[in-house]
Nanobody, 116 residues
Framework: QVQLVESGGTLVQPGGSLRLSCAAS????????MGWYRQAPGKQRELVAL???????NYAYSVKGRFTISIVNARNTVYLQMNSLKPEDTAVYYC??????????WGQGTQVTVSS
């Protein structure tokens, strides 16, 4: 089994910054991609950012230019740097791990609230 542990969510003012972290541990795996998704109340879960094992990235249009996803392969850890945060970024953020040999995994979620 693989476990994902997320951290970094908190209350932040509009215009502020946060960095989310997600570390994978447990059984060994072959990484395909890691990503961040978010779900706001009453809305469906949506992709925020994705990074593949080769370093290719993909961002939701709403966060392009404000968020940056990065990965430290040796630590199986993915980060999401979020700048210029807006109230509409408020959501529970979930980490996702996609492997080539052990399926997909989700973290427990971390709450990000952007409010003055």
């Amino acid at each position: 089994q693989v476990q994902l542990v997320e951290s970094g969510g908190t209350l932040v003012q509009p215009g502020g910054s946060l960095r989310l972290s997600c570390a994978a541990s447990g059984s060994s795996f072959t990484l395909s991609a890691m990503g961040w998704y978010r779900q706001a109340p009453g809305k469906q879960r949506e992709l925020v950012a994705l990074i593949t094992s080769s370093g290719s990235t993909n961002y939701a249009y709403s966060v392009k230019g404000r968020f940056t996803i990065s990965i430290v392969n040796a630590r199986n850890t993915v980060y999401l740097q979020m700048n210029s945060l807006k109230p509409e970024d408020t959501a529970v953020y979930y980490c996702n791990l996609s492997t080539r040999d052990r399926g997909d995994y989700w973290g427990q979620g971390t709450q990000v609230t952007v409010s003055s």
